[in-house]
T-cell receptor
Framework: EAGVAQSPRYKIIEKRQSVAFWCNPI?????LYWYQQILGQGPKLLIQ????????DSQLPKDRFSAERLKGVDSTLKIQPAKLEDSAVYLC????????????FGPGTRLTVL | GQNIDQPTEMTATEGAIVQINCTYQ??????LFWYQQHAGEAPTFLSY????GLEEKGRFSSFLSRSKGYSYLLLKELQMKDSASYLC??????????FGRGTSLIVHP
C-alpha cells in the first residue's frame, strides 16, 4: 500500500513570495490533515478535511494561508505572502475516518523563508 | 481548549527501561496516541489508547487513565535506535487532534 505522498520535499523562498505544497493521501482515506511543525515543537494542526469538506481550520492563518481538497482526494496548501516565521516542516497526514483512527504521515515539506 | 504536557528531554542507558509521561486537559476525549519521530523524519504511529489500562506491543507499552488525564509510554530494553522524539497526541470531543511538544529521548551506551 502506497503511503502519503508530498511534494516538494524542500523549498527555499524569500519573504513575501508565494509557495504551494501538494499532498496525495493514502487511497480511500477520507480524512486529511495539514500540520505545521516548527523546529523543536510538536505538530500544530492547520486544517482538517473530511472528504472535500473542512472539519476544522481554527488555527489556519487565513489572511495568508489557504488550502483546498478538490474531489476529496489530493490537497494543496498555499502561503501567500510568506513570512520569516512560516519557516517550518509542513506535514500532511491521512486517516480512514474522522474518529479514533491512526494518522499516517507523509515525509513533509521543509520550508525555509529567507 | 486543549493542553498537552510532557517532559522536554529525557536520557537513558541502552538496555534500560524508560517511562515518558503525558498529562492532558481536553474538552471530551476520543483517544490518545503516541508517535515516534526521528530527527528530520515524519512521525510514525506507536500506540493508541481509548480505554483505561495498559496496551502492550513488543518493547513498547502505553497506559491510560482517563479520570486523571494521564498517560505514559514505557520503553523496555532500550536500543540506540530508540533515540528520537516521542509525541503524545489527544483527540478531544470534536475529534480534532492536538499534539504535545514532544519528549526528546537520548539513549546512550
Amino acid at each position: 500500500e502506497a503511503g502519503v505522498a508530498q511534494s516538494p520535499r524542500y523549498k527555499i523562498i524569500e519573504k513575501r513570495q508565494s509557495v504551494a505544497f501538494w499532498c496525495n493521501p493514502i487511497s480511500g482515506h477520507a480524512t486529511l490533515y495539514w500540520y505545521q511543525q516548527i523546529l523543536g515543537q510538536g505538530p500544530k494542526l492547520l486544517i482538517q478535511f473530511q472528504n472535500n469538506g473542512v472539519v476544522d481550520d481554527s488555527q489556519l492563518p487565513k489572511d495568508r494561508f489557504s488550502a483546498e481538497r478538490l474531489k476529496g482526494v489530493d490537497s494543496t496548501l498555499k502561503i501567500q505572502p510568506a513570512k520569516l516565521e512560516d519557516s517550518a516542516v509542513y506535514l500532511c497526514a491521512s486517516s480512514p475516518r474522522q474518529g479514533g483512527d491512526t494518522q499516517y504521515f507523509g515525509p513533509g515539506t521543509r520550508l525555509t523563508v529567507l | 481548549g486543549q493542553n498537552i504536557d510532557q517532559p522536554t528531554e529525557m536520557t537513558a542507558t541502552e538496555g534500560a527501561i524508560v517511562q515518558i509521561n503525558c498529562t492532558y486537559q481536553t474538552s471530551g476525549f476520543n483517544g490518545l496516541f503516541w508517535y515516534q519521530q526521528h530527527a528530520g523524519e515524519a512521525p510514525t504511529f506507536l500506540s493508541y489508547n481509548v480505554l483505561d489500562g495498559l496496551e502492550e506491543k513488543g518493547r513498547f507499552s502505553s497506559f491510560l487513565s482517563r479520570s486523571k488525564g494521564y498517560s505514559y509510554l514505557l520503553l523496555k530494553e532500550l536500543q540506540m535506535k530508540d533515540s528520537a522524539s516521542y509525541l503524545c497526541a489527544v483527540k478531544g470531543g470534536s475529534y480534532i487532534p492536538t499534539f504535545g511538544r514532544g519528549t526528546s529521548l537520548i539513549v546512550h551506551p
